[in-house]
């Protein structure tokens, strides 16, 4: 398996909140994405990483910030979570952009 | 704009009831098409990459094939280990700092083998 963390694996938090997602690799890949999975709509890029401090916006980026401060660190923020986030979040590493993207095993979020 | 669409959207199979999974794609610039495989809670798995018209590629019981509209996986004999949801993704080029192809997901398409 390729060496991605995903954490927490589930959160249960309030409307309003502040939420950060963390995906950890040891991979040293230097492109990190963050997706959202829901039921009738695939998985949608959130924003993805081209490398440390290097970001840019995906399909669904609204209401969603990231920072890459280490090669091997890349957090999904939620500044003030809504109901409409509750979903499923993977993240995904890879070396580079036309190869093969490994996903984690996801972070469960609720939103009530 | 690019679109994935997968079909169809659950197929059940008996044991070694063999079948063929359809994704149809339109894409601005093909870099790239990927199979993944997803069991329930995990994240998705990697399975092959295709990156031209005619070429095929195969693992255990799996193959996938392209063309310039659609690839097709292909299940020969399935066992029940290989029921799974089965997503397809194409990787169009998008011209962005960084050059990071994005991958567009399917809806993913759920097989579930009977014994």
């Known amino acids: 398996d390729a060496g991605i963390t995903q954490s927490p694996r589930h959160k249960v938090t309030e409307t309003g909140t502040p939420v950060t997602l963390r995906c950890h690799q040891t991979e040293n890949h230097r492109y990190m994405y963050w997706y959202r999975q829901d039921p009738g709509h695939g998985l949608r890029l959130i924003h993805y990483?081209?490398?440390?401090?290097?970001?840019d916006k995906g399909e669904v980026s609204d209401g969603y910030s990231v920072s890459r401060s280490k090669t091997e660190d890349f957090l999904l923020t939620l500044e003030s979570a809504t109901s409409s986030q509750t979903s499923v979040y993977f993240c995904?590493?890879?070396?580079?952009?036309?190869?093969?993207?490994?996903f984690g095993d996801g972070t469960r979020l609720s939103i009530l | 704009e690019d679109q994935v669409t997968q079909s169809p959207e659950a197929l059940r199979l008996q044991e070694g009831e063999s079948s063929s999974l359809n994704c149809s794609y339109t894409v601005s610039g093909l870099r790239g098409l990927f199979w993944y495989r997803q069991d329930p809670g995990k994240g998705p798995e990697f399975l092959f990459t295709?990156?031209?018209a005619g070429e095929e590629k195969e693992k255990e019981r799996l193959k996938a094939t392209l063309t310039k509209k659609e690839s097709f996986l292909h299940i020969t004999a399935p066992k029940p280990e290989d029921s799974a949801t089965y997503l397809c993704?194409?990787?169009?080029?998008?011209?962005?700092?960084?050059?990071?192809?994005?991958?567009?997901f399917g809806k993913g398409m759920k097989l579930t083998v009977n014994p």
């Open positions: 995904a590493i890879s070396r580079w952009s036309n190869q093969p993207q490994h």
């Open positions: 993704a194409v990787q169009a080029l998008a011209i962005t700092q960084g050059g990071s192809e994005k991958l567009v």
């Open positions: 990483s081209y490398g440390v401090k290097d970001t």
């Open positions: 295709l990156y031209s």
